[in-house]
């Protein structure tokens, strides 16, 4: 999973034909750390799709703009329009991953 290292390259992702996902995260999330433990095995299945993950904390207008408030939070975005928002609340589990990807990509 590649990372967003400006606001630039963020903008010229999202606004791509084809649906990106971005990994909103911080280094000090208990829950984003468990995330990476599951999330490679995700990324295979759907190695189809572009991920990136973009630090939280670096970009807070980016993360406000999207209403990203809890992390990690996975974001689909296809022309510059967020598709789908999986919170934080509900991204604790694979299967929970899964399920969002399953809803959202098909």
């Known amino acids: 999973m590649e990372k967003i290292s400006s606001e630039q390259q963020f903008y010229d992702l999202i606004n791509g034909s084809e649906a990106v996902l971005v990994k909103f995260f911080a280094g000090w999330c208990p829950d984003c750390t468990r995330m990476n433990m599951f999330i490679g095995e995700i990324l295979e299945e759907y190695s189809d799709y572009k991920w990136f993950e973009i630090d939280k904390d670096e970009f807070p207008e980016i993360s406000e703009k ?26 604790k589990t694979p299967e929970q991953v899964q399920e969002f990807l399953k809803e959202n990509l098909t």
């Open 66 to 91: 999207n209403q990203v408030m809890g992390i990690p939070s996975i974001l689909i975005f296809k022309n510059g329009e967020k598709l789908a928002h999986l919170h934080s609340a509900n991204a």
